[in-house]
């Protein structure tokens, strides 16, 4: 497992090597992970996008931005959490991602909130 907090906001991760997803003799390795978003502080935010820099087991470097997390936009009040699954194929049995998230709190200001670095590893290649 892995976290960060930002400004209040936690953020954890839980990834996962997807074997029966993946095709090694293909060069693909499937990785799913969980995210869980706690608002740790005092005020309501809303996510409005999210920002991912997902490198491989080469080096290779793939940036995705998008609007909110799986098509939604959760607002959270303070205590609140917000929980989702999400999924990255590789062509490399090992790599990572890291990223942030921008949010909004009830004042109207945006800010960004650190996704953690974490990583990816088929661990059955690691005996």
């Known amino acids: ?4 907090l930002t ?3 936690e953020v954890t991760v839980v990834p996962e090597y997807l074997a029966d997803q993946s ?4 060069s693909e390795y499937v990785f ?14 809303q996510l409005l996008s999210r920002h991912w820099i997902i490198t491989d087991g080469n080096g ?8 909110g997390v799986i098509g939604q936009q959760p607002k959270l009040k303070p205590g609140e959490t917000h929980q989702y699954s999400s999924y990255c194929p590789l062509p ?4 990572n991602m890291r990223g942030t ?10 800010f960004d909130v650190k996704i953690p670095l974490f990583f ?3 661990l059955s290649l690691m005996h």
């Open 1 to 4: 497992m892995y976290y960060e």
């Open 7 to 9: 400004q209040g906001i």
């Open 23 to 26: 095709s090694p003799e293909d």
């Open 32 to 45: 799913s992970y969980q995210i869980t978003i706690a608002n740790k502080g005092d005020t309501e935010v």
């Open 60 to 67: 290779a470097i793939h940036e995705v931005k998008g609007s």
């Open 92 to 95: 490399t049995p090992t790599g």
């Open 101 to 110: 998230y921008q949010m909004v709190n009830h004042l109207g200001a945006t």
């Open 120 to 122: 990816l590893r088929d």
